[in-house]
């Protein structure tokens, strides 16, 4: 069986309270040989870290854009004060999640529009001085963030993966040249999201890594319709047992086996994300 890993997969989530080891029991069954656990803010580093412990996985810490509203500028230096604690954990993976949101109309505009890019560019900073990859927070915002990534870029590059990507090919490109690899996930199965699709097809192979961002992004066969829902049809629930399937998407897409998928999302992950490579048997 391949072995897979979940670049992005948010497990603290109040979705998995009521079976959280069977889920990630699930995913181990589906191939799925480790987790990457991003925080989105002050409130869950302990969880994360917890989690990646106890389930043999990884975390990332950082301050989400869709929580900077909510965020305190102390809590910067309490991410700096937690990644100088952790510096020693080799679950700590990355500095993340991180980015710019300009998809949710409010924090397009003054002044949360501005307080993303602060919170962002000091993270960037904390990301350099530790030393450690990013993963980044993308939704149509590509250009903002390759702007802030060109002027504050360490001497010896940047790692990381831009996940969830959804830009265009030139962005995409731009990323790769900076040092990143590009996440696809549940969206990319819906057959009408042909932009994605093309990029997941035509993209460099060494250029991809998979992800589930679960509970979030469900793939097609898990989404409902709003109007199916307020028929009261359920949500299908995503989590990491899902990413065999949709790299099985992707695969197609390609025109590659899924052994040749793996293999390369593999390695490509461990580029990324450096210290997942004395974490992992695969």
């Known amino acids: 069986m391949p072995c897979w890993i979940d ?21 181990t069954v589906a191939g799925v040989v480790h987790c990457v656990i991003p925080a989105t803010g002050v409130a ?3 969880a994360v870290r917890l989690l990646a412990h106890g389930f043999g996985d990884s975390y990332a810490l950082g301050i989400h854009p869709l929580y900077v509203k909510q965020a305190l500028d102390a809590d910067l230096a309490a991410l700096d004060a937690e990644l100088s604690l952790r510096a020693s954990d080799p679950r700590l993976v990355a500095v993340g999640e991180i980015g710019l949101d300009y998809f949710v109309p409010e924090l397009s505009q003054s002044p949360l529009r501005e307080r993303q890019e602060f919170f962002y560019r000091q993270q960037l900073l904390l990301a350099r001085k530790h030393e450690l990859p990013v993963i980044l927070h993308v939704r149509r915002s590509a250009d903002r963030l390759l702007k802030h990534l060109r002027e504050l870029a360490p001497e010896h590059g940047w790692s990381g993966i831009a996940h969830a990507f959804n830009g265009s090919e ?8 900076l040092g990143f690899k590009l996440g696809f996930g549940g969206a990319v199965t819906f057959e009408p999201a042909l932009q994605l699709r093309r990029l997941a097809t035509e993209l ?4 991809l890594v998979l992800e589930t961002d679960s509970p979030d992004i469900p793939p097609y066969w898990l989404y409902t ?38 293999s390369a999302a593999v390695a490509n992950a461990l580029a990324a994300l450096p210290k997942l490579k004395g974490l992992l048997a695969c």
Do not use: Y
Request: aromatic fraction near 4%.
């Open 7 to 27: 670049t992005h997969c948010h497990l603290d989530a109040g979705e998995f309270s009521a079976d959280r080891a069977e889920m990630r029991h699930r995913a």
């Open 170 to 177: 030139q962005q995409a490109m731009e990323f790769i040249k």
């Open 204 to 207: 460099p192979l060494d250029a």
């Open 44 to 46: 869950n580093f302990e």
């Open 225 to 262: 319709t709003s109007a199916r829902r307020s028929e009261g049809q359920a949500q299908g629930r995503n989590e990491p047992a899902e990413l065999a399937r949709i790299a099985a998407v992707v695969a197609e897409l390609r025109g590659v086996s899924v052994d040749e998928l793996a």
